[in-house]
């Protein structure tokens, strides 16, 4: 009853920006945290940023400077710029969300992910 759905991936070249987006719908009360991680072939899935419901936010140490999450909350959307890419910020991207899905009931959702190159 709930999909997120992310769009926005695709190949750059190094130093250039993209704009990722996870759009959630669905049946559900309210979003509370949504957040990305993303997963580099050969490694494990990482989290890279996230976000509450009131805007507060938190970055890995390696993007902070570079990318920003921000939430458009009437649009149940959650976005990722990034900027100043290099190589090593190629991965699969995933966005996830914490939903209540009623006034007592809450799960995390995931997005099945969207490619992002950065070529040298």
């Known amino acids: 009853q709930v999909q997120l759905v992310e769009s926005g991936g695709g190949l750059v070249q190094a130093g250039g920006s993209l704009r990722l987006s996870c759009a959630a719908s669905?049946?559900?009360?309210?979003?509370?945290?949504m957040g990305w991680y993303r997963q580099a072939p050969g490694l494990q899935r990482e989290l890279i940023t996230h976000i509450t419901s009131g805007g507060t936010t938190y970055y890995k140490d390696s993007v902070k400077g570079r990318f920003t999450i921000s939430r458009d909350n009437a649009k149940n959307t959650v976005y990722l710029q990034l900027n100043s890419l290099n190589p090593e910020d190629t991965a699969v991207y995933y966005c996830?969300?914490?939903?209540?899905?009623?006034?007592?009931?809450?799960?995390?959702?995931w997005g099945r992910g969207t490619q992002v190159t950065v070529s040298s």
């Open positions: 996830y969300a914490d939903i209540m899905t009623s006034s007592y009931s809450q799960s995390t959702y």
């Open positions: 669905g049946s559900f009360y309210s979003i509370d945290e």
